[in-house]
């Protein structure tokens, strides 16, 4: 399948894949979120356009990243962005050092590529803090200012050719597209289960209740459901039970679900671009200046809040496999 799902995300065809490819595209959809899903009548046929849709979502998501930006291990101190992601030039060779995605590129069969492609994926942190600053030749404290600084450096999809690690991460995209959509689908799942324990929570109660004269302990009662709450509360539960629908109709909701994110992916997996002003100090600046030269990057963003700075690099593996 990963050879198949390479060739859809490799080809340039405008939207017109293969109907082999779409398929497996599909069966993979199906296989990332919930197999059941074969049980619903045409389940190929309702996914089939939410599914092309994810494809030339990705695909155009990827193929929009720019070229590469060369990294040599000794150009830190003449790269104004390397010096803005990493904290110095020690810690970005450490980085490449460790990273488990590279360590397992070198000692694998691609390992003596002269070049190595891969996206390199951080978190941008920004903190509110009260520093100093001049106006003029006066320094004034306390200033509100925002610090700026990446962690959590990380390789993603590396490989000897810049055409395979887009394919990879295009491969990427969509499968993070699948994960949104099974966290759905195990939420609703959640809330169904949770409200058929309850119902046989509060049938066991009634059940109870009945057998035992619904209750004369004036004690113990004040701190019971009685018969007309239980019966009120079982009729809550039956309602929102009949809203989801019976294991047939859930199989229908559940399919619904995963065709609705495939079907608009760009409103849960998108990138854009941010240009900021740090100065040397890692100081959020409003506008460029000598020390605060302009910095633009590309954020990942999906609909869970999360957001992660991603640029295509291409690191010298002589370099890296200290040759």
Request: net charge negative.
């Amino acid at each position: 399948m990963l050879k198949l799902l390479q060739s859809i995300f490799g080809s340039d065809t405008g939207g017109s894949y293969p109907e082999s490819l779409v398929k497996e595209a599909i069966e993979r959809a199906v296989d990332g979120t919930d197999p059941w899903l074969r049980a619903v009548s045409g389940y190929k046929k309702k996914l089939r356009p939410a599914v092309i849709r994810t494809i030339d979502h990705v695909v155009a998501l990827v193929d929009a990243l720019p070229s590469p930006m060369a990294v040599h291990l000794g150009s830190y101190s003449d790269d104004l962005r390397l010096k803005s992601f990493f904290v110095s030039a020690i810690h970005m060779k450490k980085m490449f050092a460790e990273d488990r995605s590279l360590a397992e590129f070198l000692q694998g069969p691609g390992g003596g590529s002269p070049q190595i492609f891969a996206l390199l994926a951080m978190e941008k942190q920004e903190k509110a803090i009260f520093g100093s600053a001049l106006s003029g030749d006066i320094v004034i404290r306390d200033v509100p200012q925002i610090t700026v600084s990446f962690d959590a450096h990380r390789l993603i999809d590396p490989t000897g050719d810049e055409g395979e690690t887009r394919r990879l991460l295009k491969r990427r995209a969509f499968d993070h597209l699948l994960s949104m959509a099974l966290k759905r689908l195990t939420a609703v799942k959640w809330e169904r289960e949770d409200l058929e324990r309850r119902r046989s929570l509060l049938q066991a109660k009634q059940n109870l209740l009945e057998r035992e004269g619904w209750g004369f302990d004036e004690a113990d009662a004040a701190g019971k459901l009685g018969p007309a709450e239980v019966e009120e509360r079982l009729g809550e539960i039956e309602g929102q039970l009949k809203e989801l629908g019976g294991d047939d109709r859930m199989l229908e909701a559940y399919l619904k679900i995963v065709a609705d994110v495939l079907g608009r992916p760009e409103e849960h997996f998108w990138a854009r671009t941010e240009t900021i002003f740090v100065d040397r100090m890692g100081i959020k600046q409003n506008e460029a200046a000598s020390d605060a030269p302009e910095l633009t990057f590309g954020e990942l963003h999906n609909a869970e809040g999360r957001s992660l700075v991603a640029m295509l690099v291409s690191l010298q593996g002589g370099e890296l496999r200290g040759g």
